[in-house]
């Protein structure tokens, strides 16, 4: 009989992406022993329309010069959806 082992998939993640949607930022924390990484977000069409690199381990991105709609942000291998402008 095979053993599966537990995994806690928060202390597997890279980075931690917390969004304060009444402020309009992400706030991103590295959690990698790499310091160094780049981030991008995409509108639904897959347009760019904002990116970075990251040297520091928390970063907070300003979302207040995006136009309403569903963005996807991706960094590390990690990505989340959130809303822009739109109501809950």
């Known amino acids: 009989m095979k053993t599966i082992k537990n ?30 990484y780049s981030w991008f977000m995409t509108d639904d069409n897959g347009d760019v329309s904002l990116s970075g690199n990251v040297v520091e381990k928390d970063i907070t991105i300003s979302l ?7 963005y996807h942000f991706r960094a590390q291998g990690e990505k989340i959806e959130l809303q822009v402008g739109l109501a809950s």
């Open 7 to 36: 995994l806690d998939l928060q202390k597997e993640r890279v980075i931690k992406i917390q969004t304060d949607v009444d402020h309009n930022i992400l706030r991103v924390t590295n959690q990698s022993h790499n310091s160094r």
């Open 64 to 70: 207040e010069n995006l136009s309403q709609g569903v």
